[in-house]
């Protein structure tokens, strides 16, 4: 038995007793006898806790006291460590009257409730005029000698500890802003709108940390009016996520300029990721429009699905294949693909919009489809709705990205301004001329200039010309006229892909693609999927 501790919770009363008595202590034989005896005399001469005055206590304490009564709470005692933070307070004297910090710290509507309530309350880092701050608990008191009960008044001051906290908080804001710049600049700072898709998107940072992370999304023309649609999310926060994302986009880019398929996009970026940072995972989605299609060509590497909502309102979900997220390696990548036709929505987003605590993924998913369902309006009132139907606030606690990708429905004058015409070449001696008087004329029924009408049959003459010596059948020649461009394609079965090169002076071939590249606002070339190749030019059309 602890004789020490079982002794010092005697009352006062009852040590006294035990100090006049000391052989009331039965008597004990040997060593250990003597010990608790002596153990027993130590015990007794501890100070009763009626030895002190609670004023003497109060008085001693480093924080700050105060003792009120009554209704109107009357000074019945402050001690000298509240009066020397601040000032001396006359015994009688109101709190409302004479204690200007009690109001600073709103007290008064706390005292009155524990006085009511009988029970303590606290009140934390509460801020006076002086820029001190304390955090303040009152306690009821019950005594017949104060008129009407009593309140207890402690407060501790936490000045060091609030200017310490605001001094973090004051960090974490300038890293999240850091942060935050560094996201924002690497995303778009303005979409490119194809012509023949609206596009908008939204980027919402997370408010919890500093938690901006790798959400991204872009879009790249990649020419004859083809486009290329991108969303990842790097997963993590802060500088490090956004500066690995930025890495990411940046290949993206660069992979979309060599007008690769998808999936070789997806393989090519794996590799990337997993040398950029191998701890990193990142999903991503890259998909292309070719308007001629009228489909969505695309690959994911462990990113949510595209969906898709059709004219009357129906939603679908794009379906495998899904690789996984980039960086493992090993994984062979393949494309799908989802019908965009004219008066659908396609909508890319992050797991940030539909991921919940104790909720599945996919029922977030779910959410999003049926807010996608009744979702109409151009593409930024799309995402406006789609945020808000999510409970997507700027409270949200984690990062979100959505881009809203729309195949408008175009009817009347508008629709008069996009036209396609495709002619088979069957080659021959036969096909160059035809293929001239089929530009010529479907030129001129788009009522084109005469300057640019001749610079499109002349650059019809030479992507043929090229194809018919360099290329295989299936040969096809494709023009197509948007509200802004003029794009001229030729299609063939070789899948060598022609490049530019400075032709000698003896030369008799060499110099088609160097006239194309001339002639043309741009031009280009990419390997079709089913074997072959595509070799196209554009020219912008005046205003």
């Known amino acids: ?68 009564y009554g209704p109107e709470h009357r000074i019945a005692y402050v001690n000298d460590a509240y009066a020397a933070a601040f000032g001396p307070r006359a015994a009688g004297a109101t709190v409302a009257d004479t204690c200007p910090e009690a109001e600073e710290l709103g007290l008064l509507p706390l005292m009155d409730q524990v006085l009511r309530s009988g029970k303590p309350r ?41 200017e310490a906290a605001e001094r973090l908080r004051a960090s974490e804001r300038r890293h999240r802003e850091t942060a935050v710049t560094l996201q924002r600049s690497l995303l778009p700072q303005e979409l490119e709108q194809p012509d023949d898709l609206r596009i908008a998107a939204t980027y919402q940072p997370g408010v919890a940390d500093a938690a901006v ?14 486009t290329a649609l991108v969303i990842g999310d790097v997963m993590g926060r802060g500088v ?100 965009l036709p004219p008066g659908s929505t396609a909508v890319l987003y992050t797991d940030g919009l539909v991921e919940r605590r104790r909720e599945d993924i996919d029922e977030g998913v779910e959410a999003l489809a049926r807010a996608l369902a009744g979702a109409a309006g151009t593409p930024q009132v799309v995402c406006d709705r789609l945020l808000r139907a999510l409970g997507v606030t700027a409270e949200h606690d984690d990062d ?58 002349l650059a019809t003459s030479e992507l043929v010309a090229n194809s018919l010596q360099h290329g295989t059948p299936p040969m096809r020649l494709r023009l197509r006229r948007t509200d802004r461009r003029l794009i001229i394609e030729v299609t063939d079965g070789d899948d060598h892909l022609p490049r530019r090169r400075r032709a000698e002076t003896e030369d008799e071939a060499g110099r088609g693609i160097s006239i194309i590249a001339t002639i043309a ?11 072959g190749k595509a070799v196209w030019c554009e020219f912008a059309l005046p205003d």
């Open 122 to 162: 606290t009140v934390k880092s509460r801020k006076t005029k002086d820029g001190g701050s304390y955090t303040v608990t009152c306690l009821p008191v019950d005594s017949p000698r104060l008129d009407g009960g009593g309140v207890l008044v402690h407060a501790a001051d936490v000045t060091d500890h609030a």
């Open 1 to 68: 038995m602890n004789f020490t501790r079982w002794s010092a919770r005697l009352p006062g009363t009852q040590r006294r007793a035990a100090r006049g008595t000391e052989g009331s202590v039965p008597a004990a034989r040997g060593e250990y006898g003597q010990q608790l005896e002596h153990l027993a005399e130590e015990a007794a001469d501890v100070p009763a806790l009626e030895d002190f005055s609670v004023r003497e206590l109060l008085g001693r304490l480093p924080g700050l006291v105060a003792l009120v």
């Open 400 to 457: 979100v990205a959505v881009l809203v990708v729309q195949h408008p429905s175009r009817k009347g004058a508008d629709a008069e301004l996009f036209h396609n015409a495709a002619l088979e070449l069957l080659g021959g001696v036969e096909a160059a001329p035809r293929a001239r008087a089929f530009a010529s004329g479907v030129l001129s029924s788009w009522r084109f200039p005469v300057e640019l009408r001749d610079l499109g049959v």
């Open 521 to 531: 606002s741009s031009w280009g070339s990419r390997r079709t999927p089913g074997g």
């Open 240 to 339: 490090r996520a956004a500066a690995v994302m930025g890495q990411l986009r940046t290949a993206v880019r660069a992979y979309a300029r060599l007008d690769l398929p998808p999936h070789e996009v997806l393989q090519l970026l794996d590799g990337l990721a997993a040398e950029i940072d191998a701890s990193q995972i990142a999903t991503c989605v890259y998909a292309i429009h070719d308007p001629n299609e009228g489909k969505l060509v695309y690959a994911s590497a462990g990113h949510l699905p595209i969906l898709v909502r059709d004219e009357d309102g129906t939603v679908r979900r794009a379906e495998d294949p899904t690789g996984p997220p980039l960086g493992t390696g090993g994984w062979l990548h393949a494309s799908g693909s989802i019908a």
């Open 213 to 226: 992370g790798g959400d991204w999304y872009d879009v790249i023309t990649l020419g004859a009016g083809r």
